[in-house]
């Protein structure tokens, strides 16, 4: 029998099971997972869609590593939404912990339930404390409880300070999680996974084994203009065709933060809302500040960039 945080204190015993039955696939396959996953406007190349299908049929976490803004974090969300599935998210930050990431005890409502049974002996006061009613579950835990479909997206998981990658392995090893109190809770419908990195530091050879390993670039021109079509479908085809092109530069150039797929569609509908038909030297330079955050970046694309050879 799967145990779950639910039972009594006494119905945890410290065993873990199986789940009963194996998880229906989301996806049926890869051009599947292409095509419902554009309903949503997440536009995948093969790589990504390939490895979602991967993840998916296997049952194991993906990886997800790539320089900012190029939709790791999106593709999470846009497989919650194709599954029906509730997302779950842990942002991880340099010094999130355990009571953050797993679960934590409700201390103030603890302490109002000793006081309000003084006459109670500790054992039995004990007892009732270190029960669910006191329990606040962080998204780890509520991403294995239940029954109703979840992805968890673990993000930027490079952010977190090394000693939390080994409560991740506990979870994503076998989906289940001890709480010392109540015993162990296993999944008895496993979600689906997404860890992402920015690759700020090196994950540890254990967490990488346990994963599906998925990079996401910049994309290609031409699906990167798929990409503003989509989000920005105002935008002329030429000025489309211009913007990425410009962008594809800037990315060619030695900046600090080149732009991102995120701040390529920004940039489009500064355009448009500008009303510009097409981009001259004086519009791109009125606008640099969208796609370039940096005082340095925009005065060395000011001076290099040759709208005439592009």
Not at 31 to 52: I, N
Not at 190 to 211: D, G, K, Q, Y
Not at 215 to 225: K, Q, S, T, V
Not at 244 to 249: D, E, K, L, S, T
């Amino acid at each position: 029998m799967n145990k779950r945080l639910d039972r009594k204190p006494d119905l945890f015993p410290h065993t873990f099971h199986e789940p009963d039955q194996p998880e229906a696939p989301l996806f049926t396959s890869v051009d599947d997972v292409s095509a419902r996953l554009a309903e949503t406007g997440y536009l995948a190349s093969p790589a990504v869609a390939t490895t979602v299908f991967l993840a998916d049929r296997l049952g194991k976490p993906l990886l997800v590593e790539g320089p900012a803004g190029v939709g790791k974090t999106e593709l999470a969300k846009a497989v919650a939404e194709v599954a029906g599935a509730r997302l779950v998210r842990l942002q991880c930050y340099e010094g999130v912990d355990e009571s953050r990431a797993l679960y934590e005890w409700n201390h103030a409502k603890q302490l109002l339930r000793i006081s309000a049974g003084r006459d109670e002996t500790w054992d039995e006061a004990r007892t009732d404390i270190f029960s669910e009613e006191f329990l606040l579950p962080r998204p780890l835990l509520t991403a294995i409880r239940g029954d109703d479909p979840k992805v968890l997206l673990i993000d930027e998981t490079d952010k977190a300070d090394v000693e939390v990658e080994g409560l991740l392995l506990e979870v994503l090893s076998d989906f289940q999680v001890t709480v010392p109190e109540l015993g162990t809770v296993t999944a008895t419908r496993r979600p689906f996974v997404v860890l992402t990195s920015n690759a700020s530091r090196e994950l540890s050879e254990a967490l990488r084994r346990r994963c599906l390993f998925l990079h996401i670039g910049f994309p290609d021109e031409e699906l990167e203009r798929r990409i503003v079509r989509l989000k920005v479908p105002g935008l002329t085809e030429a000025l489309t065709e211009s913007v990425v092109r410009v962008v594809g530069a800037l990315r060619a150039m030695d900046l600090r933060k080149v732009p991102s797929v995120a701040e390529t569609i920004d940039w489009a509908r500064t355009l448009l809302a500008l009303g510009a038909d097409t981009l001259d030297e004086q519009v791109v330079r009125d606008s640099l500040g969208v796609i370039l955050k940096h005082q340095d970046d925009i005065q060395k694309a000011a001076a290099k960039l040759d709208l005439d050879a592009l």
